[in-house]
DNA sequence: TTATATTGTTTTGTAACATAACATTCTCGA
DNA sequence: TCGAGAATGTTATGTTACAAAACAATATAA
C-alpha cells in the first residue's frame, strides 16, 4: 500500500517534472483517463474497419459472444453482465434476431423471461466472427510487442476494475 | 482465463495462429478491447464524480489543461490535438468563454483563425482543477498498485497509439 | 488577379447511453 | 391464499458524443 503521493511522478517520456507545490496542471500524457480513452478508440477504430464486411458492432459482437459461449443465460443476465441497460438491449436483440443469428425462447421456469441461443446460421455467423476477431486480436498484440505483453495489460486493466466484476 | 492462446502462443510475428482450424469464440477476459472499454468507462466514471462540484467534463478538462501548458495555440490546433472535430469544438469553448475560463483572440498574423487563453478566473479554476485531478488520478494509482503499474500501463497504451500520435 | 485551401461556424444526422413508465409475471410474508 | 412488492421485457423519451456537409471570411499560390 504505497502512499500515492509520497513518490514522486516519474515522467514518463520527455514530459517536465512538477516541482511546484499545488498540484501540477497535468501534461496530457500522464492523465491515465485521456491515455485510456484514445487508445479504446484506437483499438474499437480498427475493430470496426475489421467489422465491417459482417456489419457488426462491438456491443452486437460480446453479446454473441456470450450467446455462444454461456447459452440459455436470460436476456437482463447477459445486458447486466456486459454493462447494457436492458432498455436499451431491446432493439440490439431484435438486430440480431431479425438478422437470423439469435433467438429469444420463452422459459417455462419464468414467463417473463427469455433465454437467448444462437441460431444454427448464428453459430456459422460465430465462426467466421472469431476468426476475424482473432486477427485483430493479433494485430493488438503485435502492436503491445507480444503476447506477454498482451497479459501484462489485461492484468493491470483487470485492478482498475476489480471491484466492480459484474 | 486465458483459455484460448495457452501460455506460449508467440503467433505475433504475423504468421496467423489459427489460419487453418477455425478460431475459439473469444471470453470476454481475452478481449483488449472490451477490458479497455470497461476500464476506460469506470475511470471516466470517477473522473466524472470526482468533477460534479467544479462541473467539468473530461473533454472540458482536457482543453483547459492543453491551454494552461500551452497558451496561444489555435483553435484547430488544440481539436486535432485532442482528437475532436473543430465543428464540435465550437460549443465546447463556446461553454467555457460563456463561463469566463478561457477566451478566443484573434490572431492578427491570420485573422481567420482564433488563439486561444486562459483568463484570470480560468488560471484560478486550473488550479483547483489540478488538484482534483491529482486525487483523481491518485485514485487509479493506489487500484494500479503504485507509480511503477501506472507506467507500465502507460507505456503498453502508448504502443497501441504510437503511429497516431497528433 | 483568379483559383484553391484553411479556419471557424452552423446545421444536421446518427449512435450510445440513461431514466421513467408500463404490463406481465413471479415471490413471499401476512 | 391473497395481495404487496419485486423482477422482466418493453416502449418512449431525452441527453450527450461524434461525424459529415455546407458556408463566409480569410489566407495562399499560380
Redesign the interface.
Given at each position: 500500500?504505497?502512499t500515492?503521493?509520497g513518490?514522486k511522478?516519474?515522467p514518463?517520456?520527455g514530459v517536465k517534472p512538477n516541482a511546484s507545490q499545488?498540484?501540477?496542471?497535468?501534461?496530457?500524457?500522464?492523465?491515465?483517463?485521456?491515455?485510456?480513452?484514445?487508445?479504446?478508440?484506437?483499438?474499437?477504430q480498427d475493430?470496426i474497419e475489421s467489422f465491417s464486411r459482417l456489419k457488426l458492432r462491438?456491443a452486437e459482437f460480446?453479446v454473441l459472444?456470450?450467446i455462444?459461449?454461456q447459452p440459455g443465460l436470460k436476456q437482463s443476465e447477459i445486458a447486466s453482465?456486459?454493462?447494457i441497460k436492458r432498455a436499451n438491449f431491446v432493439a440490439l436483440m431484435d438486430g440480431l434476431e431479425r438478422r437470423g443469428l439469435a433467438e429469444r425462447r420463452k422459459a417455462d421456469s419464468d414467463r417473463r423471461s427469455h433465454s437467448l441461443h444462437l441460431t444454427p446460421e448464428g453459430a456459422r455467423f460465430?465462426?467466421k466472427m472469431?476468426?476475424v476477431?482473432?486477427?485483430h486480436?493479433?494485430r493488438?498484440?503485435?502492436?503491445?510487442?507480444?503476447?506477454e505483453?498482451?497479459?501484462?495489460?489485461?492484468t493491470?486493466?483487470?485492478?482498475?476494475?476489480?471491484d466492480?466484476e459484474g
Amino acid at each position: 500500500m504505497n502512499t500515492q503521493t509520497g513518490e514522486k511522478t516519474k515522467p514518463v517520456s520527455g514530459v517536465k517534472p512538477n516541482a511546484s507545490q499545488g498540484a501540477a496542471v497535468p501534461a496530457l500524457g500522464d492523465i491515465i483517463g485521456y491515455k485510456l480513452r484514445r487508445a479504446q478508440l484506437m483499438v474499437f477504430q480498427d475493430f470496426i474497419e475489421s467489422f465491417s464486411r459482417l456489419k457488426l458492432r462491438p456491443a452486437e459482437f460480446s453479446v454473441l459472444a456470450v450467446i455462444a459461449t454461456q447459452p440459455g443465460l436470460k436476456q437482463s443476465e447477459i445486458a447486466s453482465m456486459l454493462g447494457i441497460k436492458r432498455a436499451n438491449f431491446v432493439a440490439l436483440m431484435d438486430g440480431l434476431e431479425r438478422r437470423g443469428l439469435a433467438e429469444r425462447r420463452k422459459a417455462d421456469s419464468d414467463r417473463r423471461s427469455h433465454s437467448l441461443h444462437l441460431t444454427p446460421e448464428g453459430a456459422r455467423f460465430v465462426k467466421k466472427m472469431s476468426a476475424v476477431w482473432q486477427s485483430h486480436e493479433d494485430r493488438l498484440i503485435t502492436r503491445l510487442g507480444g503476447t506477454e505483453e498482451r497479459d501484462r495489460l489485461i492484468t493491470l486493466l483487470d485492478r482498475l476494475l476489480d471491484d466492480e466484476e459484474g
